[in-house]
């Protein structure tokens, strides 16, 4: 085994907070047909993605209803 028992205890730290919800702002909207558009968000604190991973979005609107979905 490798590493203290510290590092070994943020890696912990790190592994839980990759499942927390982060706030996230649309820096660019851009219409790729009719009826679908990209979208450019900026998520402080989100790691960089690996090769397969996904995201699951959740969206509020004003009047407090959510609704969730996942990136493919």
């Not at 907070?17 to 990209?38: K, N």
Request: aromatic letters at 4%.
């Amino acid at each position: 085994m490798s590493g203290s028992d510290a590092e070994g205890g943020a890696e912990a730290d790190l592994a839980a907070d990759a499942y927390a919800w982060l706030p996230a702002t649309i820096v660019s909207s851009v219409a790729q047909s009719p009826r679908a558009r990209s979208l450019t968000l900026a998520v402080p604190g989100l790691r960089p993605a690996r090769a397969g991973q996904h995201v699951d979005l959740r969206l509020t609107a004003d009047d407090g209803y959510r609704r969730c979905g996942r990136t493919r």
